[in-house]
């Protein structure tokens, strides 16, 4: 796993508002995952987990990612990207601005997040993330994602 950009507090991450932050490094999406997935949200449709019916019946050639799993490795796809330290006791998820499902994730495929500052306040911070499929030149997913630190 590659280490994490590490930035020094809110006031440094402001210094850098409107800059690409931090890249992750290439995280695999496995039918494991997308099964796991499809029984903790209760979605079994067919093209994320019937593997055969997928290759036979979708233009995907496999099944795909639910698009919440992608939306829900935000995080570690951050944390493997940027670590923000300060004098906070925590940060949540404040929810999001933009959320775009652009293209799938295909079972076995690996995807990466991009993250960049696009605004910076005094306790929150709205990060542009891009979220890349190796190989391919759309994205998966595109949000403006919020961040609160207490």
Request: charged share 25%.
């Amino acid at each position: 796993m590659a280490n994490p950009r590490v930035i020094n507090g809110l006031e440094e991450l402001r210094a850098l508002q409107g800059q690409e932050i931090g890249v992750s490094d290439w995280v695999p999406v496995t039918q494991e995952m997308i099964d796991r997935f499809a029984d903790l949200s209760g979605d079994h449709q067919w093209i994320h987990v019937d593997v055969a019916r997928a290759q036979r019946e979708t233009p995907f050639g496999s099944t795909i990612a639910h698009g919440f799993l992608t939306v829900s490795l935000l995080t570690e796809l951050s944390r493997r990207a940027v670590e923000v330290r300060g004098d906070f006791k925590m940060r949540i998820n404040y929810g999001f601005n933009r959320l775009r499902f652009v293209s799938p994730v295909p079972a076995g495929a690996k995807i990466r997040g991009r993250f960049t500052a696009k605004q910076v306040t005094e306790n929150e911070v709205t990060w542009l993330v891009t979220v890349e499929v190796e190989g391919r030149e759309k994205p998966a997913l595109v949000a403006e994602w919020l961040g609160r630190f207490y």
